[in-house]
């Protein structure tokens, strides 16, 4: 029993660092209804910035590099927003996604010619050891990336409900033209959704980089979004956690429970069935806005 | 009497095609300070796009639109113009459904009051004083049209004529120059319609907003607006209080039936 436990925990941790991942794709869809594919890669792109701040190019210590991933961060969101969104602003929505693809390849090469290609571990001091609760063993490691995602997600529900842009965010996610009404300004909106994403996709970058180190496998992370996102719905914030802990803890519990009599290696695409279920059920997830037209 | 003040806005010689069809074609009119101003036609006018060219989501192919004397640029943005003083609401409703209504009306408060809700860079926080002085501004507003029942009830959630209120209610919070409103009594029975007229009335008497509104209801038209502007198939076909667009033969012909 004790054993189910240590496998569920530690699939909800890892769920939690995919919920990073995942909400930076959930942030820049509510505001620019844009689906980034550019997001994984953007995490990359940070923590190979870090890397490069502290151990390749600079020797910072750790809050000066983390300052200056986020300053890099910032220059590129704006760089993206200002290249790629606004001249396809009034564009179909498909034609904007081919162009985060655009900047996906763009970043992962910047990202290969200014860093290169090899793997590198990042070390940044994060206790790793193992305590047992409870009978169940749980690693410091893990731990502290889901203090730090919570503590992440609980300031942009802050940010969100109590401060003013973060109104003016939601209203533009909710209604452009009604927000164009009353005076929001779409383009500094955009800026700003693109700029928090920036930092959210840093959060993960660093947490996934000192997971498994800084490759450029860490895109394909953003894979493991994809189902987060379908089974928690794209644009609820709540969805996204909730349904990153469930597909965390549930291919940790699919591929050690389940794995063993389909012959293992499941949990790749455990979490896609899930969502397959999921979608059969509630087609905008769990927590998605459900699009009533009116007739 | 309207004649003598300088108008509020005044759109001259406005055309606009799309496709193949002339939307409106060289169409002038003038709003004056503190009046009710009605713009009627059948449907397929041209109304909601005159509409759409005084608000800024549409760029005339010709002619301009004076604001407040000045002539509009250009390359103006629909935010930009709003935060000039223009608020609207819209004919298939623009709420902002996953808000509450003190939500979608904070909305509509805040980001007029600030010239431009990101003018301070990022502005992470919000000031305590300044936020309470909104507050009290937006309750009188919710007392006003008489929504303070429902005030926590997300937007999604509320009757067709409550969600109307409360599109004008968010619009009422931008304390704007121009009020324009876009079939604000469309699909309500007669008790909700006098409901609204009263408060379209009470905005302009005693709150002394100047509102231009488009409405198919000829009865609340004829009684609640200062003149009359009538549009058929993109061209303006007459212009002149309540009286004189009712005995005018061109209205009666296209739009009126019989004379009243």
């Not at chain 2, 609207?88 to 996953?98: D, E, I, M, P, V």
Request: hydrophobic letters at 50%; a negative charge; aromatic letters at 12%.
């Amino acid at each position: 029993m004790a054993f189910f436990f240590e496998v569920l925990v530690s699939g909800l941790m890892v769920g939690i660092m995919y919920s990073l991942v995942a909400l930076g794709f959930s942030l820049i869809f509510k505001a620019s209804d844009v689906f980034n594919m550019a997001q994984g890669a953007m995490s990359l792109f940070a923590s190979l910035a870090l890397y490069g701040f502290l151990e390749q190019f600079f020797h910072f210590p750790f809050w000066l590099a983390f300052l200056c991933t986020v300053g890099v961060m910032t220059i590129i969101a704006y760089v993206i927003v200002f290249v790629v969104l606004k001249p396809l602003v009034a564009r179909p929505p498909l034609m904007l996604f081919m162009a985060t693809f655009g900047v996906m390849y763009l970043l992962e090469g910047f990202g290969q010619s200014i860093y290169g290609t090899q793997a590198k571990g990042l070390e940044i001091g994060i206790p790793d050891n193992v305590y047992e609760v409870a009978g169940i063993l749980i690693s410091t490691f893990d731990l502290f990336f889901a203090v730090i995602a919570a503590l992440l997600v609980g300031g942009l529900a802050w940010f969100f409900q109590k401060t003013r842009n973060g109104r003016a965010l939601r209203a533009v996610s909710d209604d452009h033209e009604a927000a164009l009404s009353v005076g929001i300004p779409l383009l500094k909106a955009w800026y700003l959704t693109w700029v928090i994403a920036g930092v959210v996709a840093t959060v993960a970058g660093v947490a996934w980089g000192t997971r498994i180190g800084v490759q450029f496998s860490l895109s394909l992370i953003a894979l493991k979004a994809l189902p987060i996102l379908i089974i928690g719905g794209i644009d609820s914030i709540p969805g996204v956690i909730i349904a990153g802990l469930i597909v965390g803890a549930g291919e940790n519990l699919g591929e050690v429970f389940i794995g063993p009599y389909v012959g293992g290696g499941i949990q790749t695409f455990f979490p896609y069935l899930m969502a397959l279920v999921v979608l059969y059920f509630r087609p905008y997830g769990l927590f998605g806005k459900e699009i009533v037209e009116r007739v | 009497m309207n004649e003598k003040k300088e108008p509020l806005l005044r759109a001259e010689n406005i055309t606009i095609t799309f496709g193949g069809l002339k939307a409106l074609n060289n169409v002038s009119l003038e709003i004056y300070p503190g009046e009710i101003m009605a713009i009627i036609g059948p449907n397929g006018a041209g109304k909601t796009t005159m509409l759409n060219v005084i608000n800024g989501f549409y760029k005339p192919d010709e002619g301009s639109i004076f604001f407040e004397g000045k002539r509009r640029s250009k390359d103006l943005k629909p935010n930009q113009i709003a935060a000039q003083g223009i608020a609207r609401t819209f004919q298939n409703l623009a709420l902002f459904k996953g808000m509450s209504t003190l939500g979608n009306i904070m909305v509509g408060r805040t980001m007029k009051m600030h010239s431009n809700p990101f003018s301070q860079g990022l502005y992470w926080g919000f000031s305590q004083k300044e936020e309470i002085e909104h507050r009290k501004k937006v309750e009188e507003i919710i007392d006003f049209l008489q929504i303070a029942n429902i005030r926590r009830t997300p937007a999604s959630m509320l009757p067709y004529g409550l969600q109307k209120r409360v599109e004008l209610a968010r619009a009422l919070a931008a304390e704007p120059k121009l009020l324009l409103l876009d079939e604000p009594m469309a699909g309500m029975n007669l008790e909700e319609k006098e409901d609204i007229a009263r408060f379209v009335l009470d905005a302009n008497e005693e709150l002394g907003y100047t509102i231009a509104l488009i409405e198919h209801d000829m009865g609340v038209v004829m009684d609640i607006c200062d003149r009359i502007v009538v549009l058929d198939f993109g061209n303006k076909i007459a212009e002149g209080t309540p009286e004189e667009v009712k005995a005018t033969p061109e209205v009666i012909k296209a739009y009126l039936g019989t004379a009243e």
